[in-house]
């Protein structure tokens, strides 16, 4: 009945009503969300983050595209929800409406997407903006940025900067009484705690979750949603696979039996990543009872799901047995000459499953990402110029505009066009506010 008036309501308000008509259209994708319309959903966020900016109300946007793009990303649509961030946040730029706040949040659904990929030099730069820009005072934003910022230091294999990212994050939660963090938190704390074999400890944190209510944000906020799917309900799946693969057959049965239930109720979804998971979790425990044909079987299917969009963290993070499986299937030629995608695709897991990848390949690329500040300032709609950067270091030693147009013998007029600009790229409108900026993106 709510979603009827809701759908009746956006009928009365026409597009002179655009203001209300946003919020209306915003809602109206939390409703769709939580009685699992998903197409509907879409298409309500759809219309709140391109009307938003256009009704003066780029808040209202920025909250819409990062629904949107989480929900895309769930779904299989990894490449749109990328580019319906960077379209948000360059025409936001255009309009000098990155200072709104808000502006964060396409940035955050940018980076966390962008390291599903393992694309840090996106992913990267983009949560340096958000960080940026996310300011603790909102505790939701200020939660899923910690979030996001714990399972891109994961991904990177900096395992101590993740937990260091999700124990500030649980203090921040359990402060302000945020039920659906608190469970992701512990969720994630339990993943990484099953990854490095600590069973017991994982157990503990995942009991402590079960003994919350399932918090109502994980039926219709997207990215709750999401980081419920990935952590809660996945974590609790990988510490039975776990304990079967430690010697327990009749639990990978069990889990096998079950995962079917799962796999099912997730194709009927259309949530891709989750049809993925599910699937690279079943293929290990195939194998773990030695139904070998089983394993490859299924494994195929979850690798020719994921290869199209690139959705890697979802496999990598399985880690040494799913390296040793996909092993295994490589050595048994299960490709034939027709999967060409697949076999690059493959190709590119077996590298970032290899233990040595991280220090020979991602490593350097992390550093350079951090020590060449042209790898952040790719994170801009519009990159600073030359001769901007040069303003903005003498802006950042203290110097007045006719200190700066002394020292680059330019006009005082000149100057002011300068700092102008640079406020616009940066979205700020203090000097302040762009010392800090440009700082946290190594511009400076």
Known sequence: EMVARAHQALDLLQYENLALRIRVAKDLGYAHMARGAIDQALQAFSEAMTN??????????????????????????????????????????????????????????????????????????????????ISNKNK??????????????YVQGEIGAALDHIRRARFVAQQHHLAW???????????????????????????????????????????????????????????????????DPATLRGLVSDLEDLICTADQAGLLWSQIKLRAIQALAFAGIDQERQALTVLKRALSLAAPESYLAVIVSEGAPMADLIARASASNWLSEADTDLTAYLQRLKSLLDPTTYRDELQPTLARAVAD??????????????????????????????????????????VKSHVNSIFGKLGVSTRAQAIARARRLDLI
């Open 52 to 133: 938003g900016l256009s009704a003066r109300y780029p808040y209202i946007s920025f909250m819409a595209v990062s629904d949107y793009a989480y929900v895309q990303y769930a779904r299989g649509g990894a490449h749109t929800a990328v580019l319906a961030c960077r379209q948000m946040i360059s025409q936001a730029n255009t309009r000098n409406d990155l200072s709104a706040p808000g502006s964060g949040l396409p940035y955050l659904a940018l980076a966390d997407i962008s390291r599903e990929r393992y694309e840090f030099a996106g992913a990267l730069p983009a949560l340096a903006e958000a960080g940026a820009r």
């Open 140 to 153: 939701t934003s200020y939660i899923c940025l910690m979030i996001v910022e714990a399972r891109v230091a």
């Open 181 to 247: 963090g608190s469970a992701v938190i512990d969720a994630m704390e339990a993943q990484i705690q099953i990854a490095n074999g600590n069973l017991g400890t994982a157990a503990s944190l995942l009991e402590r979750v079960g003994l919350t209510p399932s918090p109502p944000e994980f039926r219709f906020f997207p990215p709750a949603v999401v980081y419920g799917a990935q952590h809660c309900m996945v974590a609790s799946l990988q510490l039975r696979l776990a304990r079967g693969l430690a010697d």
């Open 373 to 414: 500040p042209r790898n952040y300032a790719a994170a801009l709609p519009e990159p600073l110029s030359a001769r901007e950067l040069d303003v903005l270091r003498l802006v950042a030693e203290g110097q007045t505009n006719t200190d700066i147009a002394e020292t680059l013998v330019i006009a005082i007029s000149t």
